[in-house]
């Protein structure tokens, strides 16, 4: 099973700043079929990148995510308000043994 | 418009059998995996297992195999995910969500349901 680990566990930003998160996976994950995911408390998680570097439909463009292999970076160019949540990301392509989520970085209001 | 609507919370108690169910509409329900996520309280994602409503192929987790049943009904638009015997540690939010590419397995999810709380207390 490829374990993911997400750094910093925590993140303290103002608005406006540029927030940089960081998804590591035990081993090379397979045609970057990497996702983040955005949650707020109280909701459902919010898809905003697949395949590593594609914005899901109706995200805004300061949202970005890069990367491959074993390494990939979620990056929100300018914090906004609404953006202070936990993040996850997720890989999908260990069909059988199907997918995992790593544990979330919280990006909460310095 | 892509919805996925789930069954109520529920309240039960250790070792009774629940079943809890997410419908999905405006869209083809058949062509697309759904899967099931669990977070428990305070805690992040868990990947359970995805099924794929045309034909109920199932992949689960090794985490949930032989722990939870992932079913479906095409006829009804609905997806299910049930368990046999309830534990104490089941307590959780449990959300369905859909793949977000057609017949594909490996996908991101990308239209969620609004999430079902099972709590399980004596």
């Known amino acids: ?110 | 418009e892509v919805q996925l609507v789930q069954s109520g919370a529920e309240v039960k108690k250790p070792g009774e059998s629940l079943k809890i169910s997410c419908k999905g509409s405006g869209y083809s329900f058949t062509s697309y995996w759904i899967g099931w996520v669990r977070q428990m309280p305070g805690k992040g994602l868990e990947w359970m297992g995805i099924i794929y409503p045309g034909d109920s192929d199932t992949r689960y987790s090794p985490s949930f195999q032989g722990q939870v049943t992932i079913s479906a009904d095409k006829s009804i638009s609905t997806a299910y995910l049930q368990w046999s015997s309830l534990k104490a540690s089941d307590t959780a939010m449990y959300y369905c969500a859909r793949l977000i590419s057609p017949h594909m397995i490996a996908g991101a999810f990308d239209y969620w349901g609004q999430g079902t709380l099972v709590t399980v207390s004596s």
């Open chain 1, 1 to 110: 099973e490829i374990v993911l680990t997400q750094s910093p566990g925590t993140l303290s930003l103002s608005p406006g700043e540029r927030a940089t998160l960081s998804c590591r996976a035990s081993q090379s994950v397979s045609s970057s079929y990497l996702a983040w995911y955005q949650q707020k408390p109280g909701q459902a998680p919010r898809l905003l990148i697949y395949g590593a570097s594609s914005r899901a439909t109706g995200i805004p463009d300061r949202f970005s995510g890069s990367g491959s292999g074993t390494d990939f970076t979620l990056t929100i160019s300018r914090l906004e308000p609404e953006d202070f949540a936990v993040y996850y990301c997720q890989q999908y392509g260990s069909s059988p043994r199907g997918s995992t989520f790593g544990p979330g970085t919280k990006v909460d209001i310095k």
